[in-house]
């Protein structure tokens, strides 16, 4: 989810310079939303890869995946540009029709993935992500690239509602176990959010994130669990929310696409080269001898108060002070 808004930059870049330009993006189906915001996305080609690596013989038998290789070879393109540099995106622009436009071997994080290409840019590796995507896409289009903060284009209306007008949304799920702020944290921050009359939503996105945040409302007064929301309900509700709390996952993203004031917490990961960018951003980072790590999985033995271990170096009160800033800033 974070790359496909990381990218979102490059296409309000792109239509600066080319005039009339469209795209159309093919996307894992769990996130066809996100590019449906941008005006100047025509046609989404939806990819079903995660489906597919557990039901491979049935997608093929009931023509899904035929379907959308025809979706995918219905059109000539001026461009067709891979940005993810992976040999799975770079399979897909193979079979595509057009100039195929990607990361050569060097810039690539699978170098293998280069030999898809027909015209191989090169961007380095360290920079934010989303100063990389707006650079393939410059070059790949052939417009110059300028030196401005991000546009992301969202459109997006909102109609969301709560009795309280304050309200805060704490982005608690993440895919890496070591990305998970500590929980007994989330609920010492929910309660500073209620002595300071805040009401506090919990978005969630699967079982585990579910059970967690009705733990969390349970321990805490003015505390709601959201129903199950589509991202484009989940859009509507940070953009009226007087600020967040993330951990590192594609909703922190997505509130710093939309300008939201967001403090947002990095364990394991490293805000320098993926951290949400957007107005009143703050990043927090750990301070411990094996961070950032970069793993799913925490390696760390010694004894903790809390887990990953290394969190006990941002508790609620820090978090509460950042966010009481970027929300009056």
């Known amino acids: 989810m974070g790359d496909i808004i990381h990218t979102l930059p490059a296409l309000t870049d792109a239509a600066r310079s080319l005039k009339d330009i469209t795209f159309d993006w093919v996307v894992e189906e769990a996130f066809v939303e996100i590019p449906k915001w941008h005006p100047l996305v025509e046609n989404i080609i939806q990819v079903p890869l995660r489906r597919f690596k557990k039901q ?26 891979d940005a993810q540099g992976l040999i799975k995106s770079a399979l897909i622009t193979r079979f595509s029709r057009g100039l195929r436009c990607g990361l050569d071997r060097k810039s690539a994080w699978e170098p293998l993935a280069s030999l898809a290409y027909q015209k191989r840019l090169h961007v380095d590796a360290s920079q934010h992500a989303i100063t990389r995507m707006r650079q393939i896409f410059s070059q790949a289009l052939d417009y110059p690239l300028v030196d401005s903060s991000p546009d992301y284009g969202i459109k997006i209306k909102t109609n969301y509602s709560t009795k309280n007008a304050r309200y805060l949304l704490f982005i608690h799920g993440t895919t890496w176990e070591t990305k998970e702020w500590p929980e007994s944290y989330w609920i010492a921050l929910a309660k500073i959010a209620n002595d300071k009359n805040y009401e506090v ?11 967690r945040a009705q733990r969390i409302a349970k321990a805490s007064n003015n505390v709601r669990v959201l129903e199950k929301s589509s991202l484009t309900e989940i ?45 009143n951003q ?22 903790s108060s809390v887990a990953p271990a290394c969190f006990a170096s941002i508790p609620p009160e820090m978090v509460w002070n950042q966010l009481t800033k970027v929300i009056h800033d």
């Open 201 to 211: 939503l919990l978005p969630w996105g699967n079982i585990k994130e579910q059970e």
């Open 56 to 81: 491979k013989l049935h997608m093929i038998h009931n023509g899904e995946v035929a379907l959308f290789f025809k979706q995918l070879r219905e059109r000539q393109y001026d461009r067709v540009i």
């Open 282 to 303: 703050k990043h927090l980072t750990v301070n411990f001898k094996c961070s950032p790590c970069w793993s799913e999985r925490c390696k760390f033995k010694e004894v």
């Open 235 to 279: 859009a509507g509700i940070l953009l009226s929310a007087a600020g967040t709390v993330s951990v590192d996952t594609g909703l922190g993203h997505l509130a710093a696409a939309l300008n939201v004031p967001t403090v947002s917490i990095y364990g394991p990961t490293d805000p320098k080269e993926t951290g949400a960018l957007g107005a």
